[in-house]
């Protein structure tokens, strides 16, 4: 079992960054890729980043990306999303999720594990 806790998220104003933190307990992520997804109100959840358990390449959705980045530090057995030129749009809930494997998942039924979430609200 992976145990996984979203912390870093708040009140932002628009163009402002944030840093998320997804710490893991249990097992060490060494083996497991990595994603982040959110969700706003009325929306359904969608993919914001990925990384594979080698950590050799990012991958994010078009929305995020040049913005957010996706990282991951094996010692600590975490995994951040930092998050610069917010926008109102990024408003939502930001869920850390983990899967045993050897590739990157884009899609929320491929991941096994998640956080509890940590919200995020952008202000204009």
């Known amino acids: 079992q992976v145990q996984l806790v979203e912390s870093g998220g708040g009140l932002v104003q628009a163009g402002g960054s944030l840093r998320l933190s997804c710490a893991a307990s249990?097992?060490?992520?060494?083996?497991?890729?990595m994603g982040w997804f959110r969700q706003a109100p009325g929306k359904e959840r969608e993919f914001v980043a990925g990384?594979?358990?080698?950590?050799?390449?990012?991958y994010y959705a078009d929305s995020v990306k040049g913005r957010f980045t996706i990282s991951r530090d094996y010692a600590k057995n975490t995994v951040f999303l930092q998050m610069n030129s917010l926008k109102p749009e990024d408003t939502a809930v930001y869920y850390c999720a983990a899967t045993y494997g050897v590739g990157w998942y884009r899609a929320s039924y491929d991941y096994q594990y998640w956080g509890q979430g940590t919200q995020v609200t952008v202000s204009s």
């Open positions: 249990g097992r060490t992520l060494s083996s497991y890729a």
């Open positions: 990384v594979p358990r080698s950590g050799g390449s990012t």
